[in-house]
């Protein structure tokens, strides 16, 4: 398994081959996203002043199409960054192949892991629904306990960074059912969920930066950068667990040649 430094390292060189394709690519899934919030929240907005159940029905649509057509698209950024750190050619129109081929199994993925997120993050949530009741029976001893509510979040972060790898799977894995990205996730990252935490702690300085050119840089650098180091830990963890024997090649939907295909060209 390579270091944090030397996947860095090779996020930055791919990066540069596919430069303009990799800040097209988050140009584009910025507009989208825009582009989509802003036709829910008209609707939203309009059908309110309405009648209640359509006010209902409107809600409910602006959710539905937030998760219909926001959740690909990340899948379809994914699988760009991931051939990017690969380099293999890719464009940025290819964030909409998400819409294409087995569409219902890429949402159905993610929200298998947004669903796995959300049920542990209530660890956090319960304390507070039981703060309020305390207090007014007296038992104040539970307010204090309340401040050692945050530790409760670990495993929440712990979860998450387990199943970080189920977007690139279901972009870069067509014949991996939905339900078994999160699985082949958690298989992926034992043992690295660490790096993974400490490889995105390791931008924070460039963010505060960015914040010194508004937002310039983390355009033009930052978040490039950044996607590639992303994708380029999930073709190292599935590398490294390919020839571990922790996964096999069939179970990623892959031939044992590719496998070494994509170590000749990294």
Not at 92 to 115: C, D, N, P, Q
Not at 149 to 167: D, E, F, Q, T, W
Request: proline residues 3%; glycine residues 8%.
């Amino acid at each position: 398994m390579l270091t944090r430094q030397e996947i860095k390292a090779n996020a930055k060189a791919a990066m540069k081959h596919q430069w303009g394709t990799s800040i097209g690519t988050l140009v584009l899934l910025v507009v989208a996203i825009f582009v989509i919030s802003f036709v829910s929240g008209f609707f939203i907005g309009f059908f309110s002043r309405k009648f209640l159940i359509i006010s209902l029905l409107s809600s409910f649509a602006g959710l539905a199409l937030a998760i219909f057509i926001n959740i690909p698209l990340m899948v379809g950024v994914s699988g760009v960054f991931a051939r990017i750190y690969r380099k293999e050619h890719a464009h940025a129109g290819e964030i909409f192949l998400g819409f294409s081929g087995h569409y219902l199994r890429k949402v159905g993925g993610m929200l298998w892991m947004m669903l796995f997120i959300w049920l542990w993050s209530l660890l956090v949530i319960a304390p507070l629904i039981l703060l309020i009741p305390a207090i007014k029976t007296g038992m104040y001893w539970v307010a204090w306990l309340y401040l050692l509510s945050p530790l409760l979040a670990v495993p929440a972060i712990i979860k998450g960074l387990a199943y970080s790898m189920v977007p690139y799977i279901l972009a870069d894995c067509p014949d991996v059912k939905a339900r078994e990205a999160t699985k082949l996730s958690m298989r992926m990252t034992k043992g690295h969920k660490g790096a993974i935490f400490v490889m995105a702690l390791s931008f924070i300085g460039w963010y505060l930066l960015s914040g010194l050119t508004f937002g310039i840089l983390a355009l033009i650098f930052v978040n490039p950068y950044a996607y590639t180091t992303s994708a380029g830990y999930y073709n190292e963890l599935k590398r490294n667990a390919i020839e571990s024997g922790t996964i096999s090649a069939a179970e990623f939907g892959m031939e044992t040649a590719i496998v070494y295909e994509e170590a000749v060209v990294n």
